[in-house]
Structures are given as C-alpha cells and as structure tokens.
C-alpha cells in the first residue's frame, strides 16, 4: 500500500485546507485536484494533501495518523471528492475544529446496505457539498432537507494549458479509418444514465442517409452495468453497425479524443453532471445532445451545443447529419464556443470560487 502527505506551498498562515483521497478516483477528479494545487496562488492559504492507495475504514492506526496531522498542521478544512473519503474525514476530524467539504458529483441512487447508509450519513454531516450543477444541488436540498446557505454549487474546473499539452498519435491511424469518412465519437462508460443505447440508435438511422462516418465508442465496460453492455452489444451486432461503430476502450488522454473529432455525440440520463459534454465544448468540437435538465444548465440552454429532444432519435441524427454537411461553417461556430467555455471552465475561475466557498465554510 502507498501512502504519503505532502505540504503544500508555503505562505503566511491564514487558512490551511487538506485534500484527503484515499483510493484513485476517476481520471478527470486527479487532473482536477492536480490543476488546483499547480494552480492555486494565494498568500491566504495554504495546501496540504494526504493520499492512501486502498485504504480501508478499519485501518484505524492511518486513521490517527490522518487526525494528528490535522492536529499538528491546525488544518482548517479537509475537502474530499468522494464519499467515502467524506465519511473518513468526519470519523478522522471528529471534536476537532476541523470543518469537512465534499465535492459531490453523482446522485449516488443505486447504493445499497451500508454504502447508503455511509452517503446519507456524509450528505448530512459533513459541513459544506459542492454541487456540480443546479438541478444536482435542488434535487438534494429537497431529498435530504438541507441548509441552502450551507451547500453550493461549483461547475468542474480544467487547466487548459494541461489540456493543450496532451498529444497522441492519430485515431485514424490507430483505428485505420479512412479520410474520406467522417470521424464522430462519444466518450463514457457503459452506465444507464449515459445512455449509449440511444447513441447506437441515431447511429443506425445516421447510416440510412448514406453518410461515410466512422463513430468511435471510448469507456469501460462496469461490472454492475455489464447487463447494460451486453444490450448495446446486441443491438450493435443484430443491426450490422459494426461498419460504423468502433469501441475504443477508456482513453487516457480524453482532450486528444475530443479535438480530433468531426462532432461529439452524447445522450445523459439523470447524471449529476456530464464532465464529457463540457471537455468536447472546450475542446473545439461540435456537440450534439440531449435536452435534459442539466445538459441544457452546462450548455446555457443549448447556446453552446446543438440540443435535441430526449430520445426522438430521429431529431437527433438529423442534428448530426446536418453539422456533418456544413462542417465548415459549424467549426467556426465551434471555435466560438470553445473560446467562450474556456472561460466559464477555467481551473482560475473554479479555484476562485474555492476560494470563496472556503472562507464561508471555515466561518459557520
């Protein structure tokens, strides 16, 4: 097992914040809190992270080791982005002036037993969620009756100059797709609420029009979603669309993915937030998605993205049919919108809205 705390920059004291993961999260939440500390220059803080690969609630020696660190550094926030790490920073920081942020970023519906219990614990513990949306933030506040004043909402951050920096080899080569077809994609994994099906769906009446187009599938195959999988495999090789769909795993390197892309093609279903949706709009691609409720909150009512009714496959390949025979005009409106969101999801504006939210946490 791995473990290590490491401080952060040194500055004068006036509020010290901790970063507590203790299992690797999904790749875009360590870019995240990598970006923040790079990131993060302020003479009114200072950053401090404590990692532990496979860490369990048991281990209580760790757990004291966590708590006399918040002891010794007079830690003023730990701030978490899971929540089970959530619930080991209230066990760690318990009768200690230490207050618990939580970056929420799933509805977290389908937990059982005791990992229900821990997040209904955690929601309504801990001192501050940050929500990724609007709609994530009301529908908790409703469910679980808690303090507005208490809990905000922060949209995901990311270091463009990270993001720019990331190159690799051509899709087109590693997948052998011809130039003359174009290139479209999705990216996330196999779950419901990412609704691939509907994707497979627009892709088969995509092909009906005659159109050459390749559409590359990048995720993971989830052990509780497997049943799910097996259904988009099916529908995928009872229909013959294996001309036109190619499944590319999870990607490392996402932002590459995106900005080789004619368009990006998303269908969500109940998600907290759609992190793929924002990376394709800051990416420089045309995006085409459906019009739920918190995709039209992170593409400001379909301003940046091109919307479509929730599951009218017809409107929604006609969107992609219609982007792909005016490609150059719409990359123009592309550009725009990649310029546009970079603003509104740059790692400087989430780190000060952090900022923001740490000084009226550490004061209720």
């Given at each position: 097992m791995q473990s290590g705390f490491q401080a952060g920059f040194f500055c004068l004291y006036t509020m010290r914040v901790v970063y507590l993961h203790t299992n690797p999260y999904f790749q875009e939440i360590e870019d995240l809190i990598l970006d923040i500390k790079t990131n993060f220059k302020s003479d009114d803080f200072q950053l401090f992270d404590i990692q532990y690969a496979d860490f369990k609630w048991h281990r209580l020696s760790i757990l004291k080791k966590i708590r006399d660190f918040l002891k010794d550094n007079k830690i003023d926030i730990i701030h978490t982005y899971h929540y089970v790490d959530a619930f080991y920073a209230l066990m760690a920081s318990k009768f200690l002036k230490v207050k618990v942020v939580y970056s929420c970023y799933s509805y977290h519906d389908n937990l059982k037993g005791t990992s229900k219990m821990t997040f209904k614990y955690v929601v309504n513990n801990v001192d501050s969620i940050i929500f990724q949306t609007d709609v994530q933030k009301n529908v908790f506040l409703s469910k679980y009756k808690l303090d507005p004043d208490k809990h905000f909402k922060l949209?995901?951050?990311?270091?463009?100059?990270?993001?720019?920096?990331?190159?690799?080899?051509?899709?087109?080569?590693?997948?052998?797709?011809?130039?003359?077809?174009?290139?479209?994609?999705?990216?996330?994994?196999?779950?419901?609420?990412?609704?691939?099906?509907?994707?497979?769906?627009?892709?088969?009446?995509?092909?009906?029009?005659?159109?050459?187009?390749?559409?590359?599938?990048?995720?993971?195959?989830?052990?509780?979603?497997?049943?799910?999988?097996?259904?988009?495999?099916?529908?995928?090789?009872?229909?013959?669309?294996?001309?036109?769909?190619?499944?590319?795993?999870?990607?490392?390197?996402?932002?590459?993915?995106?900005?080789?892309?004619?368009?990006?093609?998303?269908?969500?279903?109940?998600?907290?937030?759609?992190?793929?949706?924002?990376?394709?709009?800051?990416?420089?691609?045309?995006?085409?998605?459906?019009?739920?409720?918190?995709?039209?909150e992170i593409t400001y009512n379909g301003k940046y993205a091109t919307i479509y009714k929730s599951e009218n496959i017809d409107e929604f390949a006609n969107n992609t049919r219609q982007i792909l025979s005016d490609l150059e005009d719409y990359q123009l409106i592309a550009e725009t919108v990649q310029e546009e969101c970079r603003n509104i999801y740059s790692i400087k504006k989430h780190i000060l809205g952090l900022k923001e939210i740490y000084k009226k946490v550490n004061n209720f």
């Open positions: 949209f995901h951050g990311f270091s463009m100059k990270r993001l720019d920096a990331n190159i690799s080899k051509s899709l087109r080569d590693e997948f052998f797709i011809d130039d003359f077809r174009y290139l479209i994609g999705t990216l996330g994994d196999f779950a419901p609420e990412h609704n691939l099906m509907s994707v497979f769906k627009m892709v088969r009446k995509l092909r009906k029009s005659g159109r050459n187009f390749t559409c590359l599938v990048a995720g993971e195959i989830l052990d509780e979603y497997e049943s799910y999988f097996n259904d988009c495999k099916y529908y995928y090789l009872v229909h013959g669309l294996d001309n036109y769909i190619t499944f590319v795993g999870r990607r490392e390197n996402s932002a590459d993915f995106m900005r080789q892309l004619d368009a990006f093609v998303y269908h969500s279903d109940n998600e907290a937030v759609a992190l793929p949706v924002i990376q394709a709009m800051i990416s420089g691609v045309n995006v085409i998605v459906n019009d739920d409720e918190m995709i039209r």
